[in-house]
T-cell receptor, first 120, second 114 residues
Framework: DVKVTQSSRYLVKRTGEKVFLECVQDMDHENMFWYRQDPGLGLRLIYFSYDVKMKEKGDIPEGYSVSREKKERFSLILESASTNQTSMYLC???????????????????FGPGTRLTVL | GESVGLHLPTLSVQEGDNSIINCAYSNSASDYFIWYKQESGKGPQFIIDIRSNMDKRQGQRVTVLLNKTVKHLSLQIAATQPGDSAVYFCAENTRPYGNNRLAFGKGNQVVVIP
C-alpha cells in the first residue's frame, strides 16, 4: 500500500515560532509537493521539488521555505509563523518514471493525510 | 476544526440516486485530468483520471466525461452511497511537457441523504 505520511495531524504554534512540517513517501517518487488548503480557496501550491536538493516556488511561496535532503523526505518550514498561516497543509508526491523523453506525463499525485496548523 | 467543505457548492443527493459533479477547467493545453475525493479530516484520494484523447472513461460506479470544446469535466457517481459524502475536486495537468503541475478546482461538497 503506497503511502505519504505527515509528521503531525494537528499542530498549535505561537506567532513568531519556527515551524517544521515533515512529509515522507515510500514510493521512490521524484516529485514532492506542499499545498495549503483553505475554505473557499481550494488547494494552493506553496513549493515543489522534482529531485533531491531541487526546489521550485509554487503559487504562494511567501513566508515559507522547503528542504529536500533525501528523496523520500520533503520538509516545509515556516521561519516565523504568523496567524495568516493557520491552515490545512497537504503534502503530495508523484513520479515521472513512466514518461518517455518528449512525451507528456500522466500521473496522479498521492496525498498525505494533512496537518492542521493553528498559529495563535 | 473548520471543514474544507464550508463555502463550497453543495449537492444533496438521496441514497441510491445518481450524482453528477461538474468542473470547468481553464487551460486548453491541459491534456490530463483527475478527480479526487476528500473525506472530512483526510487528504484527497484519487478516484479516476482521463486523458484528453478520450471523452469518457468508466470506473467502478464512477464515470468521467470530458468536453474539450467547452473545457468542461464531469464526474458521475452511480447509486450514491453514504460513504460517497465528501468534497470532490477536479485537477488538470497544466504542464504536460514539463514537471508535473496540477491545478485544482475549489471543489464540490456532496451530501448523501440516507
Amino acid at each position: 500500500d503506497v503511502k505519504v505520511t505527515q509528521s503531525s495531524r494537528y499542530l498549535v504554534k505561537r506567532t513568531g515560532e519556527k515551524v517544521f512540517l515533515e512529509c515522507v513517501q515510500d514510493m521512490d517518487h521524484e516529485n514532492m509537493f506542499w499545498y495549503r488548503q483553505d475554505p473557499g480557496l481550494g488547494l494552493r501550491l506553496i513549493y515543489f521539488s522534482y529531485d533531491v536538493k531541487m526546489k521550485e516556488k509554487g503559487d504562494i511561496p511567501e513566508g515559507y521555505s522547503v528542504s529536500r535532503e533525501k528523496k523520500e523526505r520533503f520538509s516545509l518550514i515556516l521561519e516565523s509563523a504568523s496567524t495568516n498561516q493557520t491552515s490545512m497543509y497537504l503534502c503530495a508526491s508523484d513520479t515521472d518514471r513512466d514518461r518517455n523523453r518528449g512525451q507528456p506525463a500522466y500521473n496522479e499525485q498521492f496525498f498525505g493525510p494533512g496537518t492542521r496548523l493553528t498559529v495563535l | 476544526g473548520e471543514s474544507v467543505g464550508l463555502h463550497l457548492p453543495t449537492l444533496s443527493v438521496q441514497e441510491g440516486d445518481n450524482s453528477i459533479i461538474n468542473c470547468a477547467y481553464s487551460n486548453s493545453a491541459s491534456d490530463y485530468f483527475i478527480w479526487y475525493k476528500q473525506e472530512s479530516g483526510k487528504g484527497p484520494q484519487f478516484i479516476i483520471d482521463i486523458r484528453s484523447n478520450m471523452d469518457k472513461r468508466q470506473g467502478q460506479r464512477v464515470t468521467v466525461l470530458l468536453n474539450k470544446t467547452v473545457k468542461h469535466l464531469s464526474l458521475q457517481i452511480a447509486a450514491t452511497q453514504p460513504g460517497d459524502s465528501a468534497v470532490y475536486f477536479c485537477a488538470e495537468n497544466t504542464r504536460p511537457y514539463g514537471n508535473n503541475r496540477l491545478a485544482f478546482g475549489k471543489g464540490n461538497q456532496v451530501v448523501v441523504i440516507p
